[in-house]
């Protein structure tokens, strides 16, 4: 083959090699909205209780992965719950004003969780907005709900020295434009015109419907800083809602989407999924569901879809999923206020997408490409005009390694290219800083202590722990640190200064169905054990204690499947077998049908079971009593002040957790007293060698 043979061919693969390659051109002229940032949830379920619980450096090391600028997922924005005692997921968290008149901004960790995300990032944008909220709001959309968002304002300025970005309306109950205005009007009026306000935060086919009314309304049109709706992953908006949006000069917000994958494929489709929303949708704020997963395995959600599971306070083991790498892959390259390159906007022809987003200022800009379901490499050429001229860092994930640096690009003549793999996340970055931060001393996974017994006298001062004993997860209502009562009769020289009262007194506003009251702790592999607990009853209520508890809901719905032993204020003691939500085919008859329901084991009927009932002698309220419920193989024993009054024979429920219950009767909320809470294990559950490592204080 001669020279000049070689030379052609080589000159003809060149030039098919410029041609094969898609040329896009960016330019600091272009068009493009300014991006209002990217994060992730905090709340919407109790989904930071066991956070808090956490020893040091290992509770300092988890914010740090997930909100320290240039380091983890370094997010640019968290919408947090506004607490509100009803479930919102997985569980409850504790409101400032249980009730009318009440106002106590140290109460739970909501407030901690902004102070430590804020200290790491005082870019950080703080959005906020309601599940649930307490029974005396009555109706959502009322002024007072108005006046209970503007006193949590407060509390968060005047206690905790934070000023909120943005709020919302309400999480996906639909929306009402007076209760916009009227909330807007007393921002304005009460300190708080600065905070923009967004709605209206739903899902489905119909949550954009409102922009007709706005278009129509010009008072709501004022009101609204943006409009929002979640989970355009799943159903994208169409050309005419974004259209109307952008007519309306109104950002798009998408205050909750979800991706519910494992291992890599939630970190690639969590990248998509922020490209996928300013492609399609033209959303410029973008907020998953949820950030850390400091819940126990046994809840909803408590695996998929948070970056981190944090379960484990009580050793300290943490575990990062891949999918804060994603995050990251947004996090570490883009500032709120910069603009999207609407050329350098697309899905690529050989499947996946890109973003391309620049800084104003100085001109720097950074690409997020992903490629997921590309059937082969694909190459880009990249022309650029008018922007940062230096080289590009280039980081990448795959399913093997996450988050790792490639060499850079240095750019020839105002372009470079690129060859992007299937399967795989690029972020291209004119900025530095970049970094996978990790720590080296997490400690060894280890199972709950057992024994394990409280006596609440530890939280010296119950305001510096947010009112909230150790390592409880609240289901629904709240389990609240207070002074113990003075009882009457044979044990009023009790010597107790703290205890744990189940203080919400009505029916929430949940946004989940409700259930009893009840708050859970331990392990869900626990077999044998006994959990007791001294109950001080006021006339009317009803206290109880759990145990194999093995199913807390599926997320919309918080009905247990375990055992209960309760006590009543007339001393009556019951053995309660629950399998949950209570189905309307059921057969509903007496108790030998029950019966018959209870030995089919194929069948998971729903409902609560009377196993054993009786009657306690010598018991009064406004004292004092100790509840203690064995579970030992098929044996379910119930013992109140040491002695056994009800016993039942069951092997529905082989093992689980164990909790506090308040239970529910008619419209009656009970509002017991709890103290001296014990797990002890027998039979074939074994005593653990688990060291508890200190804790310090939320709140100093």
Known sequence: MTQRLLSTLLLLTLLWSHASAQTIRLSANSTGKQFDGIGAVNGGGATSVLLKDYPEPQRSQIMDLVYKPMYGASVSAILVEVPGDGNSTQGSMPSHSHFRGDANFLRGYMWWVMQEAKRRNTSLSLDATSWSAPAWVGNFWSDDMVDYYIAWLQGLRQVHGLELDALGCHNEKGWNADFAKHLRRAMNERGFRDVKLHGFGNWGDSKMDFLKRMQEDAELAEALDAVCAHTFSEIQLTPEQRAAAEALGKPIWNSEDHVYLPGFDCLISIVKCFNANYIVSGATKVINWYDIGATYPLEPYSKEPPMLLAQEPWSGHYDVREALWGYAHYGQFTRIGWRYVDDGCMNLPGGGSMVTLRDPQTGDYSIIAETKGAKKAQKIRISVDGLCANKLCVWYSDSTQQFVRLK????????????????????????????????????????????????????????????????????????ELVRTPVPSGKNASRNSMWCLRQTVGDHTLSWAPEWHHYTILGDREWADYEVSADVYLTPGDEAGVMGRLCDVGSGYGIWAKGYYLKVDDQGKATIILTRGKRDQKELIGDKEQQALILARKDVEIGGE????????????????????????????IGLVDGKEVVKATSDHYAKGMAGLIAPLHGHYVSTPYFDNLRITPIGRTQATKTVIPPVLPLYR
């Open 408 to 479: 850079d690009i240095a750019p020839r003549g105002g372009s470079f290219s690129f060859t992007l793999k299937p399967d795989a996340v690029y972020s291209l970055s004119t900025t530095t800083g970049q970094q996978k931060g990790a720590f080296a001393d997490v400690p060894a996974s280890q199972p709950f202590p057992l024994p394990y017994e409280d006596d609440f006298e530890q939280y010296k001062n119950p305001a510096q722990w947010g009112y909230l004993p150790h390592y409880t997860a609240d289901l629904i209502g709240c389990f």
């Open 609 to 636: 079971y009377t196993l054993a009932e009786a009657q306690v002698s010598n018991f009064s309220s406004l004292q004092w009593h100790n509840l203690k419920l064995r579970l030992e193989g098929d044996k379910i």
